[in-house]
């Protein structure tokens, strides 16, 4: 039979004590067993039921009392336990009613819902959502669609017996949503207080900003583009100590003066000048240095030529020193020395870096100055900016993520300390 | 378009801005998730996002040596709320720039420090680290390379240590005088100390102070000293588990017993084993001490040098639950004493050697008769080996002929492996 029941020593299978019916998990739980009471199994579990009752009620001995024991036979038993079966697998689920703000109700298995910190306290400590009219109401920041993803996570991962990376290859393919219900999620999840799935959701956001340029990121989020031009082309003032930088600082202000001049007269002018600021921008990015990567030899030479192109306007304006300062500034890369500065044969920019400027003093100060707080503001966007025109760069973001080992070999020689030069 | 004044452009107004519909904690923490670079690139997103990043907790500022110092300053001086992680690479030529950044962290709250200094040469002196390091008091992760450790800030405020440091790793660094009691002081006063690492810290003295290392959390050690013996000693190292020493070849057989019988509790333990034998004596044939724990054992040998064969050999005799033997043979010169492991391995009388030896890794062998006589030393003697793995350098004998050689050694357990890989 295989119930797993021994028979005594008189030979019979003894008596199987019909046991009391559990009492319910939590005493507040409102009992709401939905019997679809259609079910033919169900109907016949029902009929088996009552006939093992019948059964047991007529094969009672009249033997002293011993408690609300009846007793069953073996086969009796089987019907018993098929119809516990059938019983709790299916239709003696609970279910819970939540409501979004827009009115609809939904409805879902206790224990999915359960999985969630605020349905959970709901249901606890208000004991709402048992019924159709009594449905959890959900914050207004869960709209239909998150809900049955966020469900869809919750009965994924409430089920106790899954691999570390069963969940993890679910979770990956359970965020490629498009953008603006990944967002619309991660609010609904953070408002629900379903903190897995808040970090797993802003993982994903992050990874989509990660490497992006700003005009891809605003048009993937619909962020408003609404830098003025003028603030996209200041100048950078004292970015650099090196003069060279200043000088063409100077010659951007009085190229910028002019713009403004010309502004006023006519609208066709102004997209002219305005193909030579972005020029100049580029000018300024490829000379203040775009991390030694050069981006090839095409975008060299195109730069080169607008250079020369520049030269040849701005002799006027020119120092009292053009030639020397503007030849040497065409290689200039003010950063570190990395492999990359093929181009530069002078290695004069060592040399002014080390010499204190007095302005850098001021930079002692916390900042707290309005002037030299924009003056900060101009050096990050200014980064910011020259980030954006290194495209190579993008392609090396992987690796140098990857990049950080800093230990020296072993083998009993003294070695330059090498991590730092993976950058 | 634009009229007298700037104006500011906007993208189809109509389009709502996904980004702006998360609470802004969660648009902090999806911020603080990207590199720098990405962060810093959001202030140019539009007019909104231009110091948002600034206030986000928790970035990672992971600075290159390619980034221009300027930028460096500003990104460092404009984030306002406490960071997680600062890294800065800084070649020689901003050695007096690093100075004032680093009068930026205490402020900042790092958790975890990296500063990295160029090092070109031994001649030329390293960098002085400034004491303000000592009033990062959140730090739990500290890396220095290549500088000066600063001596202690004077009292008040006087310097207790980093309670919530986990993990410390110096590397190239010289000691002020007395900055070994400075360092031993600063590692005791270090609770949560989980990893200590020191590669190459040396003092300025000719005669280094003797001091100890103790930690009672410490799970991992590494020591790696060239050159000089920099008086570090074992201490108090309960909860030892991990460990890897490279003594320098000169010290003295008594510091070697002393700094094994330090470790002998550890469960992995890597160590040099080659001995300069003109200058100690050989090390005791069993050491007062055994390796309990020991599991895994990578040692760097020289089977063909008398000195370093009596070592491995010590150290195999006492450690009975050995599973895993690792050796790598490196020859730093060419002398040979023929015949170094037939006598240890004859000498093996009584007791069982490797009971528990499970896998084997030799590396680097070429075949010569002392390694033979070691690989069948091994072989004869392990009982529970599964996999044994030798791996060549340069070889006499072809590889089918050692093949068929190491097929024949005699075997003491029948499930070995013989894996034999060239180069």
Known sequence: MGCGIDKDSTGRVPPFRFASPKPQAHPHQPKNHNLPLSSPLLAAGAAAAAVTVAFSLSSLSFSPPRGETIVLQPYQLFIWFQFNFIVNSQALKSYIWLQCFDGSIQQVEEEVAMFCPMICREIVKNGTGSSKNHAIALPERVNPTSLSLILDYCRFHQVPGRSNKERKSFDEKFVRIDTERLCELTSAADSLQLKPLVDLTSRALARIIEGKTPEEIRDIFHLPDDLTEEEKLEPLKNINDDPRIRLLNRLYAKKRKELQERQKLKDVQVQEEQKDERSLDEILCFINGDGGSGGGKASKNKKKNKRRKDHSKNPPKANPEPVNKEEATRGVPFNAGTGNISRTPCQSSDVQDDVEYPFEDADLDDGLDPAMQEELDREVEDFARRLNSVWPERMHLGQERRIESHMIGGNGSLQRFSGFNHR | ?423
């Not at chain 2, 992971?62 to 460092?76: G, K, T």
């Not at chain 2, 290392?213 to 074992?234: M, P």
């Not at chain 2, 054992?297 to 020289?302: E, I, S, T």
Request: some cysteine; glycine content about 4%; proline content about 6%.
């Open chain 2, 1 to 423: 378009m634009p009229s007298g004044e700037a104006k500011r452009r906007r993208s189809p107004a109509v389009e709502p801005d996904y980004l702006a519909a998360l609470p802004p904690e969660i648009v902090d923490n999806i911020i603080s998730r990207l590199g720098i670079r990405d962060v810093v690139r959001t202030s140019i997103l539009s007019h909104a996002w231009r110091r948002r990043w600034q206030s986000v907790r928790g970035l990672d500022l992971d600075f290159r040596s390619s980034d221009p110092a300027a930028a460096i300053s500003s990104v460092l001086k404009r984030s306002a709320a406490p960071v997680r992680t600062v890294t800065l690479r800084v070649p020689r030529r901003w050695f007096h720039r690093a100075v004032r950044w680093l009068r930026l962290l205490p402020r900042k709250r790092v958790q975890s420090l990296h500063l990295y200094f160029e090092m070109i040469s031994i001649i030329e002196g390293k960098h002085n680290l400034d004491p303000s390091i000592f009033s990062c008091l959140e730090l739990s992760s500290l890396s220095l390379a290549g500088c000066i450790f600063p001596p202690p800030p004077p009292p008040p405020p006087s310097f207790v240590g980093f309670l919530k440091l986990t993990k410390l790793s110096l590397s190239e660094i010289e000691l002020p005088p007395h900055g070994e009691r400075q360092l031993e002081a600063m590692i005791a006063a270090s609770p949560l100390l989980l990893e200590l690492s020191l590669d190459n810290v040396y003092s300025i003295d000719d005669h280094s102070e003797r001091w100890f290392v103790r930690g009672a959390n410490l799970r991992s050690l590494r020591i790696w000293t060239i050159d000089q013996d920099f008086g570090c000693r074992i201490g108090e190292l309960p909860r030892l588990e991990d460990a890897l020493i490279f003594l320098d070849s000169e010290v003295t057989t008594q510091v070697l017993c002393k700094t094994l019988e330090g470790i002998a509790h550890v469960e992995r333990l890597e160590f040099n084993a080659l001995m300069h034998h003109q200058f100690s004596d050989n090390p005791p044939e069993r050491f007062s001490f055994t390796f309990q724990n020991l599991r895994s054992l990578h040692l760097h040998a020289c089977l063909d040098q008398i000195s370093s064969t009596s070592l491995v050999f010590s150290i195999l005799r006492c450690a009975p639950n050995l599973e895993k033997l690792e050796i790598e043979v490196d020859r730093d010169d060419d002398e040979v004493d023929a015949g170094s492991v037939e006598g240890f391995a004859n000498a093996q009388t009584s007791g069982d050697i490797f009971p528990r030896l499970r896998y084997v890794w030799l590396h680097s062998i070429d075949f010569s008769s002392n390694e033979i006589c070691f690989i069948q030393f091994v072989l004869s003697k392990a009982r529970s080996l599964e996999l044994f793995y030798v791996r060549v350098s340069s070889c006499r004998l072809s590889y089918q002929e050692a093949c068929i050689e190491m097929a024949k050694y005699k075997r003491a357990s029948p499930l070995a492996r013989l894996r034999f890989i060239r180069g």
